[in-house]
């Protein structure tokens, strides 16, 4: 091989090398044929809610995302998991530019005239958590304090069932972030949230001196996977966390973040 052959042979491999890398970038699948490739769904969450879903080294990560991975691959989907919001998530799923909301969402009877739900995933109550040395015991305690709740949560609805709709003594919060935020500085006295985030919050911050209490006034609600109203992939879905919940799959995740194991008996009960 002469020198300058030599030379034009490496500037070729070179440039390929260059044209392959820039390629590579705008692939979404490589090595399976456009055939094979699975359709990409739109996912929106509010990533402040741990376990369900928290930012971890700049990614979505949780129960819910485990969840939802895996019923999706079942289902025969992928997902792209993008924190927005709670409201802008609801918003998403109304105008139909997400295709899926997965976000610890709780299935209550209004919210099925404007979205549609899989079958339940996950059994929940409302929590009360509170700075130690705030008097409550129960809910009725609530009454007289400054209460912080995520805005157009399940968590503010009970607080209103307790002391009144519009009642200025509710701060409500964009994110479940800054509803805690608010209660470690003093600027609410008690939270209103979900069960395993308010347990998760106390075992996690061991120092911010927070107590935690529920009540049977506050009924069982279940988690289920939200979308547009109409939805053609609630199906799927459905069918999908029902082969989780018989192959044992559902019971894996569950146990990874949670470190027990299901009630699979409740959970299957109410997904019929
Ligand atoms: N389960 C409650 C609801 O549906 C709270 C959900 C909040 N989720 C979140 N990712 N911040 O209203």
Known sequence: MTYSFKKAAAAIMASTALLLAACGGGEEEKGSSPSEEKKVLNVGTEATFAPFEFMDKGEVSGFDVDLLNAAAEEAG?????????????????????????????????????????????????????????????????????????????????AAESIVGVNNNAISKYETAALMFQALQSGD??????????????????????????????????????????????????????????????????????????PDMETLKKAAQ
């Open 77 to 157: 989907y992928d997902v792209n998991i993008q924190n927005t919001g709670w409201d802008s998530m609801l918003a998403g799923l109304q105008s139909g530019q997400l295709d899926i909301g997965m976000s610890g969402i709780t299935i209550t009877d209004e919210r099925k005239e404007t979205y549609d739900f899989s079958v339940p995933y996950f059994e929940s109550v409302t929590m009360i958590v509170y700075k130690e040395g705030t008097d409550i015991k129960a809910a009725e305690d609530l009454k007289g304090k400054k209460i912080g709740v995520q805005n157009g949560t399940t968590g503010q609805f």
């Open 188 to 261: 609410v006295e008690a939270v209103v949230t979900d069960i395993a985030v308010a347990l998760e919050y106390e075992k996690s911050n061991p120092n911010a001196g927070v107590k935690t209490v529920t009540d049977d006034q506050f009924a069982a609600e279940y988690y289920g996977i939200a979308f547009p109203k109409g939805s053609e992939y609630k199906d799927d879905f459905d069918k999908a966390l029902n082969t989780l919940y018989e192959n044992g799959k559902y019971a894996e995740i569950y146990e990874k973040w949670f470190d027990e194991a």
